[in-house]
C-alpha cells in the first residue's frame, strides 16, 4: 500500500492525558482515535493488526476443536434475570429498551445466551463434549476507563464456552485452552504469567486462571514465589497465617506455627497478661499518628474497618501493616458486593468516628484475620472519640469467632505454598481469562443431557475469554521504545516499510516500485512511503508506525544499494536491492 | 470437519411462523437460532457462509482503493445532535444513557462519526480522494422484524464512506463502488438490479441506487421498463404525467400531451361544463362502493387523501385506481415524516367523515396528483357525511396550485423515460445501497478542506452499504428447492460432504477417510457424515444443508467405486473415488 493515500494521521506530540506508552504510541502513530471516553475508533493500521491477532486467536481455537458462531450483542434481559446477573452485575452492564419498552442488555459476555442456546438443542451425552466460540464487539460500562484500549468501555474479545458431561472432561477441556493460550500469546509476541485469580461476577466453582502480560502499566498485581511456581493475582494471593506471638517475645526464638483460634492458655496463670487500659490519643486517627503518640510499631496495631456486604455491616481487624483484601471477605461472607462504609455510615452505626473505632464492645460482627488473632496484646480504638486501648487481648477482650485470611499478601510475605520461598509483585495486564464454570449457569437456565444410564444432569461448562483489543495495547505495551512502535512480524500491520528518500528522484522511484512489486508478489505486505515530505519526517513516522523491517532508497539507488534495516536493530547495512529481498525472505521465514 | 461434533440441528419442520424460505430453511439448516425478534445468533453453518460473504466484499473494497477500518457501535448523542438527525431518525434508532446518564446511539449507520472523525484529520485535498469502510453489527429497532434475517434488529452490515474534493471525483467513486457492487453480488451468486430508490433517513443530493435481489418474498417493489433500461423502486418510480382527458371523450381518438396544468379555455364557451351537484350515497365509503352506486369507473373517482407532514395537515388526491406515494408527497413537501390521519383526525380538521371528503371547499392544503388535474370531470366526495358531487372539474371547483407527480406508479403505466415501454413490477430484497450524500453531512459537521486556490470546502462524500447478514438469506432465496439450500460453490459453508452410509463398516469408513484426507490436503473444505445415523437420514440432512458435492460411500466401497452427486444437479454418477477427486477439482476451477 501506498502512505500517500493510507489513513494514519501521525502526531508530533500525543494528548497530555495519555499515561500508558501504549496509548501515546497508538494515537501518535494514527492507530486509533477516542470516539468517546473509553470508546475508540481502530484506524485502518491498527486494524490490520487487530485482524493478524484474530486470526491467531481463531486458528488455535480451531486447533482444539472448538467451533466459532456468532450471538448477538442485544441480550434479553429475562435471560439475565434466569441466571441472577441482570443485579448483580451493577452498572458495569449497559441496559436499554427497545420500542416496546422490552428491557436487554448489551452482551459484555455470553454465558446466559450460549447457556440458553445450547439448553434448547442438548439431549445426550452423545453430543458432548463441544466448545463455541467468538469474537466480537463487547460492551462494560467501567467505572473510569483508561489507559486507551487496556480499559475500554467498548472492546473487542474472543469468548469460548466449553460443555462436558463431568469434571474430568472439563479439566481436560480447560487445560487444551490453557495450552492454547499459551500458544497465542507466545505467537502474538506477548510474555504473559498465568495466575490463580478470582472468579469475579463471571463466578463459578472450578477455580480460573488470569493470563498476566508483564507490563508497569499494568492495572493488575502479580504474586509470585521466589522459589516454587506459585503465582496468583494479589487480590486472589493466599497470605500465609501468621506465627502467634509468644507470650513473651524473645528475639531470635520461633514458636511453631499453631492452630488459628487461640484457646485460652492454661498454665499460664502465674503471669496473667495485663488488662486492657484506655490511653489519651486526640488526634491520633491514622496508624501512623497512633504509632508515634503510643511509641509502638505498626504491627502493634489493631485497625478495625466497618464494610458493607451486599448492604449488611461488619467490621474487619486486620494489622496495622496489612491491608484489608475486599476481594477475600467477599469470598468468605458470599456477598455478591462490598463496600467500605463511609464516615458518615460508620459514625451512625457504631456511634464512633472513623480513627478511634476498635472490636471491644462492638456490635458488628467481627471478621478477624489470622495475623491480628495471632497477636499477643494489641492497641486498639476504645469505641469512643480521642482514646484507644492498650493490651488488648484477642479471644479475651473479644470474639474470635471468625479468623481467616482477610488480608492482602505483601511482598515478602512467606510463600503459601512452599516453605521456602517468598513473593514477590510484578504488575500486569490481564489479556485473558479460562474458568472452570462448573454448573453455576446450567443449573440455573437447567441446560442438562442425559447420560449413559438414562439419567438427567446438568451439563459442565467452562468460559474462555481473551481480550483482543487489551492484546493490541499489551503488544505495543511490550514493544516499543521512546521512538515509537516496535511490531513483531506476526502482527505487524505491513512487514516491510519501503522509504525512497525522494519521490522526484525518478531512480530512486524506479527502485522502489520494483522492490515494491517483487516483495508484494511473494506475499510480503509493503508499505511504501510515496510521501513528498523531508527524510527526517519520513524516518520519524517510520520509527513510530514500527514495521520491522525498513528499506531506505537514496542517493546510492543509481549503484544498485538500498539500506536495509530492523526496527529492533540499532544497526543498519548498505546492501544491493536483490539482498534485501533475500534477507527479507529470510527474516520471513523465521518469523 | 466431523458431523458428529459439529453444532448444526437440523430440524424436520421449522416454526410455522418463518413465511420465508430463506428464514424456514436456514432454521431448519441448524444455521441460524432466535436469540429475540430480530435478533439471531448465527450458528458455525452460517457463520463460515456469512465470514466467505464478508471475504468477498472485503476483496472487492480493498480492490476498489477503499481503506477498511472499524469504528464503534457506542455513538455520542451529541453526533446525531450536530447533524440533526437524533430527533430525525425515530424509535429506529436504539437509544441509551451510561452510567454517567450520558446518551449515546447504538449505531445503525456511520455518517457522524466517520464525518467527524476525518473533519479532524483532514486539512488538505492532496489527502484526498479517500473511502473508508467497515464490516461491522448493527442496530436499527425494526417496528415489525420479519423473514429472519431479512429484517432484523441486529444485523450485520458493510458501510463504506468516500470523500472526494468535487462533485466529479465523488461521481467516479460512486460510478467505481457502483462497480464493485456489481462484482460483489456476481461472486456471491446472486442476481440483482441496481435500481433509482429514495434517500430515506441517510439523505443527500446526489441520488441513490438500490441493488435488489429478486425474490418473490422481498420486501420493495422495483419497476421496470419493458423497453428501456430504466428500473426504480416502487416507491421512487415516477409516473408519467397523464394525458389530459378531452372535453367529450371519443373513441380511439388521441390528444396530444398537454402542459400539467389546466388552463381555463377559450372558445369552448358554447359548451360549458355542466355545473358539479350533489348525488346522495349513503354506505359509498370506498372507491368501489362509489363507483358502484355511481355507475362510473374507479379512474373517474377522485380519492381525497388526508395526512400528516411533519404533523401538519395536507389533503391529497389522486384518482380512484391510483395510490398515493408517501416518498414523493414528503419528498415534495420537504418533509421528514408523513402520516396517513386517523379517522378521529380527519374528522376533527375537516369536519367530515373518510369516505366523503372532497376537494370542493376543502380547508387544507391541495397536493394534486397529474391524473386528476388531466380529468375532465370527476366524482370526489362533498365534504358531508352520505354525500358525494359529480361533474367535479379541476381547476373550476378546486384550485390546481400544487400539481404534481403524487402516485405511486402501477404495473402497465407508461415508461417515465423513454416512449415505447411500460412497466413491469417485480419483488426484490434490498441488499446494498448507494449515495451520493454531496455536502449533507460534511456542512452540518464541518468536515472542511483547503483546495488548491487555498479557499476552504466542505468535502463531497458518498455512503455505500451492503446488508451482509441479508445478503445470506438473499442467497438462500434465490438457491434453494424444496428439499434445502443449495449454495453456490464460492460461499458454501464446506465444498464437499462426504457420506458413508453405514459408519460401522470399515471398508466405507476407510474409503470415506481416505477421500476426506485427500481433498481437504488440498484445499477442498470437508464435512464427512460420521454419525451413526439412518441412510434416509443423512440424505435428508445432506439435502438440506446443500453443500454443492455430495459424495456417498456405500456397498460399492470395495471395488472403489462411490456415488458423486451435484446439489443442483438431479442425476448422481457411479465413479472410482480417483474420478470423484478430479471431479471435484475440476468443479473447483470453474468456480
Same mark, same amino acid.
Given at each position: 500500500?501506498?502512505?500517500?493515500?493510507?489513513?494514519?494521521?501521525?502526531?508530533?506530540?500525543?494528548?497530555?492525558?495519555?499515561?500508558?506508552?501504549?496509548?501515546?504510541?497508538?494515537? %501518535?502513530?494514527?492507530? =486509533?482515535?477516542?470516539?468517546?471516553?473509553?470508546?475508540?475508533?481502530?484506524?485502518?493500521?491498527?486494524?490490520?493488526?487487530?485482524?493478524?491477532?484474530?486470526? =491467531?486467536? +481463531?486458528?488455535?481455537?480451531? +486447533?482444539?476443536?472448538?467451533?466459532?458462531?456468532?450471538?448477538?450483542?442485544?441480550?434479553?434481559?429475562?435471560?439475565?434475570?434466569?441466571?441472577?446477573?441482570?443485579?448483580?452485575?451493577?452498572?458495569?452492564?449497559?441496559?436499554?429498551?427497545? /420500542?416496546?419498552?422490552?428491557?436487554?442488555?448489551?452482551?459484555?459476555?455470553?454465558?446466559?445466551?450460549?447457556?440458553?442456546?445450547?439448553?434448547?438443542?442438548?439431549?445426550?451425552?452423545?453430543?458432548?463434549?463441544?466448545?463455541?466460540?467468538?469474537?466480537?464487539?463487547?460492551?462494560?460500562?467501567?467505572?473510569?476507563?483508561?489507559?486507551?484500549?487496556?480499559?475500554?468501555?467498548?472492546?473487542?474479545?474472543?469468548?469460548?464456552?466449553?460443555?462436558?458431561?463431568?469434571?474430568?472432561?472439563?479439566?481436560?477441556?480447560?487445560?487444551?485452552?490453557?495450552?492454547?493460550?499459551? +500458544? =497465542?500469546?507466545?505467537?502474538?509476541?506477548?510474555?504473559?504469567?498465568?495466575?490463580? !485469580?478470582?472468579?469475579?461476577?463471571?463466578?463459578?466453582?472450578?477455580?480460573?486462571?488470569? #493470563?498476566?502480560?508483564?507490563?508497569?502499566?499494568?492495572?493488575?498485581?502479580?504474586?509470585?514465589?521466589? @522459589?516454587?511456581?506459585?503465582?496468583?493475582?494479589?487480590?486472589?494471593?493466599?497470605?500465609?497465617?501468621?506465627?502467634?506471638?509468644?507470650?513473651?517475645?524473645?528475639?531470635?526464638?520461633?514458636?511453631?506455627?499453631?492452630?488459628?483460634?487461640?484457646?485460652?492458655?492454661?498454665?499460664?496463670?502465674?503471669?496473667?497478661?495485663? *488488662?486492657?487500659?484506655?490511653?489519651?490519643?486526640?488526634?491520633?486517627?491514622?496508624?501512623?499518628?497512633? *504509632?508515634?503518640?503510643?511509641?509502638?510499631?505498626?504491627?502493634?496495631?489493631?485497625?478495625?474497618?466497618?464494610?458493607?456486604?451486599?448492604?449488611?455491616?461488619?467490621?474487619?481487624?486486620? &494489622?496495622?501493616?496489612?491491608?484489608?483484601?475486599?476481594?477475600?471477605?467477599?469470598? +468468605?461472607?458470599? *456477598?455478591?458486593?462490598?463496600?467500605?462504609?463511609?464516615?458518615?455510615?460508620?459514625? %451512625?452505626?457504631?456511634?464512633?468516628?472513623?480513627?478511634?473505632?476498635?472490636?471491644?464492645?462492638?456490635?458488628?460482627?467481627?471478621? $478477624?484475620?489470622?495475623?491480628?488473632?495471632?497477636?499477643?496484646?494489641?492497641?486498639?480504638? !476504645?469505641?469512643?472519640?480521642?482514646? @484507644?486501648? &492498650?493490651?488488648?487481648?484477642?479471644?479475651?477482650?473479644?470474639?474470635?469467632?471468625?479468623?481467616?485470611?482477610?488480608?492482602?499478601?505483601?511482598?515478602?510475605?512467606?510463600?503459601? /505454598?512452599?516453605?521456602?520461598?517468598?513473593?514477590? #509483585?510484578?504488575?500486569?495486564?490481564? $489479556?485473558?481469562?479460562? #474458568?472452570?464454570?462448573?454448573?453455576?449457569?446450567?443449573?440455573?437456565?437447567?441446560?442438562?443431557?442425559?447420560?449413559?444410564?438414562?439419567?438427567?444432569?446438568?451439563?459442565?461448562?467452562?468460559?474462555?475469554?481473551?481480550?483482543?483489543?487489551?492484546?493490541?495495547?499489551?503488544?505495543?505495551?511490550? @514493544?516499543?521504545?521512546?521512538?515509537?512502535?516496535?511490531?513483531?512480524?506476526?502482527?505487524?500491520?505491513?512487514?516491510?516499510?519501503?522509504?525512497?528518500?525522494?519521490?522526484?528522484?525518478?531512480?530512486?522511484?524506479?527502485?522502489?516500485?520494483?522492490?515494491?512489486?517483487?516483495?508484494?508478489?511473494?506475499?510480503?505486505?509493503?508499505?511504501?512511503?510515496?510521501?513528498?515530505? &523531508?527524510?527526517?519526517?519520513?524516518?520519524?513516522?517510520?520509527?513510530?508506525?514500527?514495521?520491522?523491517?525498513?528499506?531506505?532508497?537514496?542517493?546510492?539507488?543509481?549503484?544498485?544499494?538500498?539500506?536495509?534495516?530492523? %526496527?529492533?536493530?540499532?544497526?543498519?547495512?548498505?546492501?544491493?536491492?536483490?539482498?534485501?529481498?533475500?534477507?527479507?525472505?529470510? %527474516?520471513?521465514?523465521?518469523?
Amino acid at each position: 500500500m501506498r502512505q500517500s493515500s493510507l489513513f494514519a494521521p501521525t502526531l508530533r506530540e500525543a494528548p497530555s492525558e495519555a499515561e500508558a506508552a501504549s496509548h501515546r504510541l497508538l494515537l %501518535r502513530a494514527g492507530m =486509533i482515535r477516542q470516539t468517546a471516553a473509553g470508546v475508540y475508533t481502530y484506524l485502518p493500521l491498527a486494524w490490520r493488526v487487530l485482524r493478524k491477532l484474530e486470526q =491467531i486467536v +481463531r486458528e488455535e481455537m480451531d +486447533r482444539t476443536g472448538a467451533q466459532e458462531l456468532r450471538m448477538p450483542s442485544l441480550q434479553p434481559a429475562e435471560l439475565w434475570q434466569e441466571s441472577g446477573r441482570y443485579g448483580a452485575y451493577g452498572p458495569e452492564l449497559v441496559r436499554l429498551r427497545d /420500542r416496546h419498552d422490552r428491557e436487554f442488555a448489551l452482551g459484555p459476555t455470553h454465558e446466559e445466551v450460549v447457556t440458553a442456546l445450547v439448553r434448547d438443542e442438548l439431549h445426550s451425552y452423545r453430543q458432548l463434549p463441544m466448545t463455541l466460540y467468538q469474537i466480537q464487539t463487547k460492551f462494560r460500562d467501567e467505572r473510569r476507563p483508561r489507559y486507551g484500549l487496556l480499559r475500554g468501555r467498548e472492546f473487542l474479545m474472543k469468548d469460548a464456552y466449553s460443555f462436558d458431561t463431568g469434571w474430568d472432561g472439563l479439566g481436560d477441556t480447560y487445560r487444551r485452552m490453557h495450552e492454547a493460550y499459551e +500458544r =497465542i500469546f507466545r505467537r502474538c509476541g506477548v510474555d504473559v504469567r498465568a495466575v490463580e !485469580a478470582d472468579a469475579g461476577a463471571i463466578g463459578g466453582e472450578g477455580g480460573t486462571h488470569e #493470563f498476566m502480560a508483564l507490563a508497569d502499566i499494568g492495572e493488575d498485581t502479580i504474586a509470585t514465589c521466589s @522459589h516454587c511456581g506459585y503465582a496468583a493475582n494479589l487480590e486472589k494471593a493466599e497470605a500465609r497465617a501468621a506465627v502467634p506471638e509468644k507470650e513473651e517475645p524473645e528475639e531470635g526464638e520461633l514458636e511453631e506455627r499453631k492452630p488459628e483460634k487461640k484457646e485460652p492458655e492454661e498454665g499460664k496463670a502465674a503471669k496473667p497478661a495485663p *488488662a486492657a487500659e484506655k490511653i489519651h490519643t486526640p488526634g491520633s486517627r491514622t496508624v501512623e499518628q497512633l *504509632a508515634e503518640a503510643a511509641g509502638a510499631r505498626a504491627q502493634d496495631i489493631i485497625k478495625t474497618i466497618v464494610a458493607l456486604a451486599d448492604g449488611k455491616a461488619v467490621a474487619i481487624l486486620v &494489622r496495622g501493616d496489612h491491608e484489608v483484601s475486599e476481594i477475600k471477605v467477599r469470598s +468468605r461472607l458470599g *456477598a455478591a458486593s462490598l463496600e467500605l462504609a463511609d464516615p458518615e455510615t460508620v459514625a %451512625r452505626l457504631t456511634g464512633c468516628p472513623v480513627g478511634y473505632l476498635g472490636p471491644v464492645g462492638m456490635k458488628l460482627p467481627l471478621l $478477624v484475620d489470622h495475623a491480628v488473632a495471632a497477636m499477643n496484646l494489641g492497641i486498639a480504638g !476504645a469505641g469512643e472519640p480521642d482514646w @484507644h486501648l &492498650r493490651n488488648v487481648r484477642p479471644g479475651r477482650d473479644f470474639p474470635l469467632d471468625a479468623v481467616g485470611d482477610f488480608r492482602q499478601a505483601q511482598a515478602g510475605d512467606a510463600c503459601p /505454598r512452599c516453605d521456602e520461598g517468598s513473593l514477590r #509483585f510484578y504488575r500486569g495486564i490481564e $489479556v485473558g481469562q479460562i #474458568f472452570k464454570l462448573g454448573t453455576k449457569y446450567s443449573a440455573k437456565l437447567n441446560a442438562v443431557f442425559t447420560n449413559p444410564e438414562g439419567q438427567v444432569e446438568p451439563v459442565l461448562m467452562g468460559c474462555y475469554g481473551i481480550g483482543v483489543s487489551r492484546l493490541l495495547s499489551a503488544v505495543a505495551e511490550q @514493544h516499543h521504545d521512546e521512538a515509537g512502535l516496535i511490531w513483531p512480524w506476526a502482527v505487524a500491520p505491513f512487514h516491510v516499510h519501503v522509504v525512497p528518500v525522494s519521490v522526484r528522484d525518478e531512480v530512486q522511484m524506479a527502485a522502489a516500485e520494483s522492490l515494491y512489486r517483487t516483495l508484494t508478489d511473494s506475499g510480503v505486505e509493503v508499505l511504501m512511503d510515496d510521501r513528498e515530505e &523531508r527524510p527526517g519526517v519520513k524516518f520519524k513516522d517510520a520509527d513510530l508506525l514500527g514495521i520491522p523491517i525498513r528499506i531506505v532508497i537514496g542517493k546510492q539507488a543509481g549503484e544498485g544499494l538500498v539500506e536495509y534495516k530492523e %526496527r529492533n536493530q540499532a544497526e543498519s547495512a548498505v546492501v544491493t536491492a536483490e539482498e534485501a529481498a533475500d534477507r527479507i525472505q529470510a %527474516r520471513r521465514n523465521v518469523s
